[in-house]
Every structure is written in structure tokens, then in C-alpha cells.
């Protein structure tokens, strides 16, 4: 089913999600093996095309959830730069992003309506992994308990 409740044949639903992540008509096509010319027939279906953009608005609202959960490890991650880096122009450009961020307008508000429990759970989850990724292994387990802190109080930790 569509994002209106129709049912769709299966190649139009792989056209709809190849052209919703930036896939060319061309793309879309092999994709969902038709021609180019076929995915630009079913584009000028308004109702098709409809779909195609309410597709696109539901990736582009997950990403802006994704966004906004990262913002949050980010900015620990500035602070504890500014704080704690050896080099003096790692701590310099730190500071200076997190100022920047204080004083400038935020450039939107994030609406997490429809998004469930899970899909925020899962956002976290994956961020943490990308996060312990991306740190030295010597603060994984610093990172792991300011996380659990985090998590017990819903606040961040100084």
C-alpha cells in the first residue's frame, strides 16, 4: 500500500522509493526494471507524483530527527573538545563553534509527531555505535556511562 492507502502494484512502490532517495527516472527504472519512459508515464500521474513527494517529505523529516539526536552527542563532543583537546587550535575552533551555536537563531523546530518510541530508540542506537565508532577506544567506557547517565536522568552530563 501507498502512503494513501491505495493499493500499488510492486514496481511502482520500487519507483517511488528509488525517485524519493534522488534516483534519476532513469534509475528508477532499472530498479524496477521498466523503462526511463515508463517511470516518466507514471510521474504524470498527479496522485503518483503525490506519492513521490510525501515519500521524499518522510525521508527528509527522518533525517532531521537523525539530525537532531546527533546535535546533542555533538555538542558533548565540541565541549569536551574545547575543554580537553591537546592542540590549542582544536580548543580554539571548539570554542568558537559552540559560541556559534548559542548566538545564531536555530533554523528550525524539529517535529517528532508520528515518529515512534521505537524509530527514536533506534536513532539512538545507532548514533551511539557511531559515535564509539568514532572515539578512541581509551573513552568508550567514559562515554558509555555519561550515555547511561544521560539516559537516567534526562539530562546531559556536565
Partial sequence: MDTNGRSRDPKDELIVDALATGATYADAGKTAK?????VRRRMEDPEFRADVNAARRERIQSIRGRLAVAGVDGVAVLAQLASEAAS??????AARALVQMAVEPPRG???LT???????????SDLFELAMRSLPEELHQRYALEVKA????GRMPS
Fill in 34 to 38: 521498466v523503462s526511463p519512459r515508463t
Fill in 88 to 93: 590549542e587550535s582544536v580548543r580554539l575552533g
Fill in 109 to 111: 523546530q524539529l517535529d
Fill in 114 to 124: 508520528g515518529v515512534s518510541t521505537t524509530d527514536i530508540a533506534k536513532i539512538g
Fill in 150 to 153: 544521560y539516559l537516567e536522568s
